[in-house]
């Protein structure tokens, strides 16, 4: 059974820093795309970077220059490095995969559960 697991959320003042991962797991055949979205609290949920298999990454305009996306193919694993936090960064993150399993014929998307992350006013 495929999964998506993040990890790394946590309290942290601002300024500070994080680092999250989103590992897959399971008989997979292919990683395509993988995101990052923040959900704030009482707000939707909305891309912050995302990154194609080749390396290509792009990012929401707040978190350029302080988050940086990047991924290892070889461990299925997805990391977002995040720099000079700000409260306005305070939400649950989670992980997007767009990959194709074993036995399927097409990819599907698939979510992590989601980890907190807190940066305090």
């Known amino acids: 059974q495929v999964q998506l697991v993040e990890s790394g959320g946590g309290l942290v003042q601002a300024g500070g820093s994080l680092r999250l991962s989103c590992t897959a797991s399971?008989?997979?055949?292919?990683?395509?795309?993988m995101t990052w979205y923040q959900q704030a609290p009482g707000k939707q949920r909305e891309l912050v970077a995302g990154?194609?298999?080749?390396?290509?990454?792009n990012y929401a305009d707040s978190v350029k220059g302080r988050f940086t996306i990047s991924r290892d193919n070889a461990k299925k694993t997805m990391y977002l490095q995040m720099n000079s936090l700000k409260p306005e960064d305070t939400g649950v993150y989670y992980c997007?995969?767009?990959?194709?399993?074993?036995?399927?014929?097409?990819?599907?998307?698939?979510w992590g559960q989601g980890t907190q992350v807190t940066v305090p006013s």
């Open positions: 997007k995969g767009r990959l194709r399993p074993v036995g399927a014929s097409s990819v599907y998307d698939y």
């Open positions: 399971g008989s997979i055949i292919s990683i395509d795309i």
């Open positions: 990154i194609t298999s080749s390396g290509s990454t």
